[in-house]
């Protein structure tokens, strides 16, 4: 896929930025002018890595015992972008003179990013210039910029300007919930170095300590003179080159960051694997890059027929997903990637039941690592739970990057209880599509088991039912309620699933106690998911998303104009607490992840009620309601959500791309083609499908990885089609029969 835009528009810098990023899921770049912009134009300088932050303590006026002591934000690291560049004199800026064959490209196949443009300056001097930029998926820790100046119909001298700035400060708004409220410094610059053409820094992140480290130097062709020279805040490399006309400079910039999560001696480290880049030209890392991208997609391919935009944006998210997604068991995915600031690069449950679908389906060892990186929070979880005052037990927190909570606002923060079923969820599925028995004891157990013990001393029974009060579930516009359904359904399934894999351990030979169990806990486990509540109401024929949302006043949602959405940015919580209104999918996504049981016709007319209730100010809202279309038939509902979902970034319809992508809906397309098209549902027995064909598209296409096998399933007019491309045979079930797929298997759509 290519994304293109052409001409320089001054109100989609910011956008663009986004839009364009480079990052390899451990390091992110946006696609900021190497050369600045002007004061007032709108635009977010940054680089990251992912896991990699400040700490500063919250302040609340008035404290009560168990709010977030400390926020984390993911830090803006030291930035290497900046290349001004000076022709015969003349400052070159695309604000000023003329910009003329102005594009910006990202090639996903390809990994990298291009800008390039004819520029007339003041003076009249006609300049083409090209920067092009990947972050290395080969060597996560590698940033390049190439940079080419042709003179057209001048020469003289060409200078540029690389520079390496460590006085960053953080993006903001204060009227923004979903951002930073004021702007800050979250690093201190331990010491900036110009040495033997290698420009250094190393800072220190205010409140954690971590420390990150950058290393620049510059490749050339012909003769350029080097000076380097350092002060307290940056470190500048300044080249010199006489130029003919039609003469071109190739200039390569290296950017090497490290940091002290993952290399106990960031600098010494930055320096060692910029020395060893810094050997191979552009082209060998374009050519590794391409490469990796090829070796990706044979592994992820996927497609949409008869919609152009819909397959672009299907490939595009795939893409950002992998560039979203921490690979190596310390960065899991922040909401935003690694292509902004929004939420400050805080990690949710986003990830578990947004994006974790698509990297197990299709790279389950990429998998593994994200589940490594919540078993690394368990520590902090269990902490989090006692702060919370249960006496044991692990309460995995709403927003977080190292694992301590973040949210100032605990009734749409800490109360999600439902984030440690999120992350049971990710455990138990892996194990069902792997089968890695081994992973699940040392690395999944462990997580299962306290998180579930959350569960018993956060419910309680009463009259015969196991109930859980006062939490919130994913519709973060009804908070601290009893019994959210979505909540007690992922909570029911998270113990009968801990109790499966049990049963799995035992088979091997160990014993309860060995596996880490307390005397009779099995049995408990067991007795609240059996006797768990779950509110259906009767009268209606739906699930009730709690005790008190079919009580309260009703909103007209239609009166509300245009403008007043997101609610969140307008009314007040209580206004909104107090009515008949959903953010986002609710007990929808419940009946999504957890159907079994529930009768058609009230999976039906729970879909219905809350559709007419749901404003979907949340990107993770309109892929569900799609994929629940797809279920009960509406197939032309089914399109028109998935439409507005997959195309969200491209065309930034909730006006917000510009902090950063929208990872967790980028998942939701894929699993809106898999899960909603493709009727696609992960059970005990192995895969099952229910394949439909909405109108607006000609077909569909999806690879899936299962127990080691690879299978492509294809959807067209002419039916459905399962191709067993790598493995052994593979049992699935369409529509509810069982078919043994061993090479080729063709049915006819129902």
């Not at 809202?621 to 195309?647: L, N, P, Q």
């Amino acid at each position: 896929m290519l994304l293109s835009r052409e001409g320089l528009a001054e109100g989609e810098i910011a956008l663009r930025e986004t839009l364009f990023h480079t990052a390899n899921g451990y390091l992110g770049l946006r696609a900021c002018f190497e050369e600045g912009v002007p004061d007032g134009v709108r635009s977010v300088r940054g680089t990251y890595i992912n896991g990699f932050y400040a700490s500063a303590p919250i302040f609340y006026e008035e404290r009560l015992h168990g709010f977030a002591k400390n926020q984390q934000s993911m830090a803006n690291l030291p930035d290497a972008q900046g290349m001004g560049v000076t022709l015969s004199g003349e400052t070159f800026s695309c604000f000023e003179g003329q910009a003329e064959r102005f594009e910006q490209t990202l090639d996903t196949r390809k990994g990298t990013y291009a800008r390039s443009l004819e520029w007339t300056s003041p003076d009249g001097r006609k300049t083409a210039l090209a920067f092009r930029r990947l972050a290395s998926f080969d060597l996560p820790q590698l940033a390049l910029i190439r940079l080419e100046i042709t003179p057209l119909n001048w020469c003289g001298e060409i200078e540029v300007s690389s520079t390496l700035q460590g006085d960053v400060t953080q993006d903001f708004d204060p009227n923004d919930p979903r951002k930073a409220h004021h702007g800050k410094k979250l690093m201190d610059v331990v010491g900036l170095s110009a040495k033997d053409g290698t420009l250094t820094a190393l800072v220190e992140a205010r409140g954690s300590g971590l420390r990150a480290a950058c290393a620049v130097t510059h490749r050339w062709e012909g003769d350029i003179d080097q000076e380097v020279s350092a002060n307290a805040q940056s470190a500048i490399a300044l080249l010199k080159m006489e130029a003919a006309a039609a003469q071109t400079l190739r200039l390569t910039k290296y950017c090497v960051y490290t940091d002290s999560r993952r290399f106990p001696a960031p600098l010494a480290s930055a320096r060692e694997l910029l020395e060893s880049a810094a050997e191979h030209p552009f082209a060998f890392w374009a050519m590794r890059q391409e490469e990796y991208l090829g070796r990706f997609r044979g592994e992820t391919r996927c497609g949409i027929e008869g919609n152009d935009l819909l397959d672009a944006s299907l490939e595009y998210s795939a893409y950002c997903l992998l560039s979203s997604a921490g690979q190596d068991g310390v960065g899991n995915v922040s909401s935003k990637g690694l292509s902004g600031e929004g939420y400050e690069g805080h990690y949710f449950w986003d990830t578990e039941i947004y994006v974790f679908p698509f990297i197990l389906l299709t790279r389950p060892q990429a998998a593994r690592a994200l589940l490594e990186s919540r078993a690394l929070m368990l520590g902090e979880a269990r902490l989090h739970a006692r702060e919370m005052g249960h006496p044991k037990g692990a309460l995995y927190a709403w927003r977080t990057i190292a694992g301590a909570e973040c949210s100032s606002y605990f009734p749409s923060g800490s109360a999600q209880y439902h984030i440690n079923g999120a992350v049971a969820h990710a455990f138990l599925d892996y194990w069902s599509a792997t089968g890695d028995l081994a992973f699940m004891e040392r690395t999944g157990l462990p997580v299962l088991l306290d998180t579930a013990r959350l569960w018993l001393d956060a419910g309680h029974w009463h009259q015969g039912a196991f109930r859980i009060d006062s939490v919130t579930g994913p519709d973060e516009y009804s908070c601290v309620v009893n019994n959210n359904y979505y909540t007690n359904r992922s909570a029911q399934a998270h113990l009968r699933g801990l109790l499966r894999l049990l049963e799995a351990l035992r088979g091997t030979g160990k014993s309860e106690a060995e596996l880490g169990f307390e005397p009779g806990e099995p049995e408990e486990f067991s007795k609240a998911a059996e006797g768990m509540y779950l509110p259906l109401d009767a009268g209606l024929g739906i699930l009730a998303q709690d005790d008190a949302f079919l009580r309260k006043q009703e909103l007209d949602l239609g009166a509300i104009p245009k403008e007043r959405f997101p609610l969140l940015m307008h009314y007040h919580p209580l206004f909104l607490y107090r009515h008949q209104v959903c953010k986002q999918a609710d007990a929808v996504l419940a009946m999504m992840l957890y159907e079994d049981g529930i009768p058609p016709e009230v999976m039906r007319a729970t879909y219905t009620y809350y559709e007419k209730r749901t404003t979907h100010d949340s990107s993770l809202s309109e892929c569900v309601f799609s994929i629940m279309a797809a279920r009960i038939g509406d197939t032309e509902k089914a399109f028109g959500y998935y439409r507005r979902s997959a195309a969200l970034d491209l065309e930034n319809t909730h006006g917000n791309t510009g902090d950063g992508i929208h990872a967790a809906n980028m998942g939701g397309c894929w699993m809106g083609v898999a899960y909603g098209f493709g009727g696609l549902r992960i059970g005990e027995s192995g895969l099952s499908f229910r394949p439909c064909l909405p109108g607006g598209i000609d077909g569909y296409s999806f690879t899936l990885r299962w127990r080691g096998s690879r299978a492509v399933v294809k959807v067209s007019r002419d039916g459905i089609q399962f191709d067993l491309t790598d493995g052994a045979a593979l049992p699935v079930r369409v529509y509810g029969e069982t078919h043994r797929l061993a090479g080729t298997l063709r049915l006819p759509l129902a």
